[in-house]
C-alpha cells in the first residue's frame, strides 16, 4: 500500500483526501465515485513547469485532454499557466465553453471531421497538427474559402518503440498516427505543406507512447526528430520554429513501478535535444509537451462499495464492487493493475488475497489477486491512479448511469461532474411513430 498526493490515514482511521474522508464522501457522492487531489492536479502543473523553464529558454505545456476534461478542469489548468490538446469536437467544445484562451488550444487526431476542422478555424485555436496528406489539402481547401491561414504542425512518426503495450504505441513505423520519418511520407508531407498557400507550418509533433517509464526511449525520439528537423532544412530550406514531443510519461498505478520525476524527465528530454541541436547544428526550436497522464493520473482515486463476496475454496475469492468496465475499461483494455486501499480501515492487518470484480455482465475482472484487509459487504475500496483515462474512457455498458465527479481540496469536496440520473440514459432515446 502507498499514499499519493495529499492521501493519508485520518483520526478515524479511515483514508482522506483534499483533507475529505473517503468514507463520508462515498456516503454523501454514493459510489462509484471518482475523486481528483486539487492540490496533486496543481503540483504536478508546477513542477512540470519548473522543470523544463529552468532548462530550456522557450517552452509550452499542454495538457492532454483525453487523459480527463471536464470544465473545472479546462479553469485549473489554465490558472497553471498550461495550453489544452484536444482531439475531438467534443474536447474542442468543452474547451472553449470553459473560455479558455483559443490560441492556447491544439487540435489533434488522425481523422479530423470537416465539423471539428472548421470549429478549430473559426475559434482560431493555436495550432492545428495535422495528421495526414489528405488532411493537408482539406484544411487548406476550408481556410482558403474562410480566407484564413491555419497555424499547424505535422505530425510525424520516428520509429521508436518505447516497449509499452502495444496498444498505446504510436511512434513506431507501424502505427496509424502521422506521417513516417523513414517511410519519406514525412518529407512529402513538409513539401506539400510549404507548398499550400493556406497554411503555415511551424514545426513538428510526435508523440511515442503512454506510460512509458524509461526516459531512454523520450531521448531516442528528440534525437530523430531534431535529425528531421535538419534533413527538412537542408531539403527544403524550412526551419523549424516548434518541435512537440508529445506525452507518454509513466505513472505509479502498482508498487513496482517507479517514474522517473518530472526533473529527470525534464534532465534527460531536455539534454536530448540541445544535445541534438548542437550535433546537428540546428537552432533550439520551441519544445513542447503534451503530458495527460502524469499530470491527472495518479492525482485520481475511484470509490466501490463492496457487495457479494464469494469464496470458492481453493481457487479464489471473488469480492464484487458496484461499478466496473463502464467506469474502468483499462484492465480489460491493457491488463492494466492497480493499487487498493480498503478505506474505512486502510490499516487493519489481517490480510487476504481477492479478486475484485465489477458488475456487469462479462467476467469483468477489475484486479487480480490483490492483497487487502478482510472485507465485508459495505465496505469502502478505494483504487489509486484513476485520475486518467477512466473517466474519459467510461461508458454507460449496462446502462449504468456515469459516476460524478469530486474535486476535493483543503477539507472541501466540489462536484465537478454530476452523477448521471437514469432519465439521462433514455434521454437521446427516440420512438419511432410506428412502434407507438
Ligand atoms: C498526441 C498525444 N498527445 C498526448 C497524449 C497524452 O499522453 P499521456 O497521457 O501518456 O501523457 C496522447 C495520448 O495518447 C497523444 O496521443
Known sequence: MFFLGTQKVNAQGHLEIGGCDCVELARKFGTPLYVLDEALIRRNCRDYRAAFERRYPHVEIIYATKACLTTALCRIMQQEGLSLDTASA??????????????????????????ELEMALSARVGRIVVDS???????????????????????????????????????KVD??????????????????????????????HSHIGSQILDVHFFEMGAELLVAFIKAVAEATGFEAKELNVGGGLGIKYVSEHKPPTKEEFAEALVGAVKRACAKYRVALPKLMLEP????????????????????????????????????????????????????????????QVVTVVGKHCESDMLFENVTLPKLQPGDILAVQSTGAYNFSMSSNYNRFPRPAVVLVHDGRAELIVRRQTLEDLIAQDIIPERLR
Open 133 to 171: 496528406e489528405l488532411e493537408l489539402e482539406q484544411l487548406n481547401a476550408l481556410a482558403a474559402r474562410r480566407g484564413q491561414v491555419a497555424d499547424i504542425l505535422l505530425r510525424v512518426t520516428p520509429a521508436v518503440d518505447p516497449h509499452t503495450h502495444e496498444y498505446i504505441q504510436t511512434g
Open 90 to 115: 467534443g474536447e474542442l467544445f468543452t474547451a472553449l465553453k470553459a473560455e479558455f484562451p483559443a490560441e492556447k488550444i491544439y487540435l489533434h487526431g488522425n481523422f479530423k471531421s470537416t465539423r
Open 292 to 351: 495527460g497522464r502524469s499530470i491527472i493520473g495518479d492525482a485520481g482515486i475511484t470509490l466501490y462499495t463492496v457487495g457479494p463476496i464469494k469464496d470458492i475454496n481453493g481457487v479464489r475469492t471473488y469480492v464484487s464492487v458496484d461499478g466496473g468496465l463502464s467506469d474502468n475499461p483499462r484492465p480489460a483494455l491493457y491488463q492494466a493493475r492497480y493499487s487498493l486501499i480498503l478505506a474505512n480501515r486502510p490499516l487493519d492487518d489481517e490480510k
Open 175 to 204: 502505427t496509424k498516427f502521422g506521417l513516417g520519418i523513414g517511410t519519406g511520407a514525412a518529407m512529402q508531407g513538409v513539401k506539400r505543406a510549404l507548398s499550400l498557400k493556406h497554411l503555415r507550418l511551424h514545426g513538428f
